[in-house]
């Protein structure tokens, strides 16, 4: 089987797992892109941590596209949703795996899984999770591609979540640690590390656990 998988980006902390799982697919011609123009026909097209809407011309180049989404669809629609989740209080953050549709996070669903947090897990624990939980969807999916359950998602109104930015990791300094814990623990101290403006400067914080 040919299976093509797109990810938004090689700085996506998910890439190097994905990377990973296509050098441990011994049965089956997997490939991994960053580039839908450069995608190629397949059996399967993962779409993992991917931003943009695939439209049916690329998907009919496929017998099943499938998205992996960290929310309990159709709740939690959007972008980030585990982040939005965390910050939240949550701790149990469940993972669908869904049929690529032409409208967002809104085709039938395939399977569900989910894990559990304790709420000390910082960035790359909860990933480490998150990612065990998506490949192990993936893996369902490989395995079961010609008897795939496809049940429509109920119909729900919850607002989507909105696509994070940088902005949305300042920190207020008038505000406790305490206070401000989960968005410091769930910050991509690379991509989007946590930062306050204070007393005319602008300083960076992460947390490490040692």
Not at 95 to 114: P, R, T
Not at 143 to 170: A, V
Request: aromatic letters at 12%.
């Amino acid at each position: 089987m040919k299976i093509i998988i797109l990810c938004s980006s090689k700085k996506h902390p998910i890439y190097p797992f994905l990377k990973k799982w296509v050098k441990n697919q011994k049965s089956h011609n997997v490939k991994l892109f960053t580039d839908k123009k450069k995608l190629e026909k397949g059996d399967l097209l993962f779409l993992v941590s991917y931003d943009k809407i695939i439209t049916s011309k690329i998907r009919k180049n496929f017998k099943k596209t499938l998205v992996i989404h960290a929310s309990d669809l159709p709740i939690g629609r959007g972008w980030s949703p585990h982040i939005w989740q965390i910050l939240n209080g949550k701790n149990k953050i469940t993972v669908s795996l869904f049929e690529a549709d032409d409208k967002i996070d809104n085709g039938n669903i395939c399977k569900k899984s989910f894990f559990n947090l304790e709420g000390h897990e910082l960035f790359d624990e909860i990933n480490a999770k998150l990612f065990k939980a998506e490949l192990e969807l993936m893996e369902f999916a490989v395995k079961n591609f010609d008897k795939l359950p496809s049940i429509p998602q109920s119909k729900s109104r919850s607002k989507p979540f909105p696509k994070r930015t940088p902005n949305d990791s300042e920190l207020n300094p008038k505000k406790t640690i305490s206070e401000q814990f989960n968005l410091m623990r769930v910050a991509d101290e690379n991509r989007f590390p946590c930062f306050l403006n204070y007393k005319g400067h602008r300083y960076k914080l992460f947390l490490k656990k040692f």
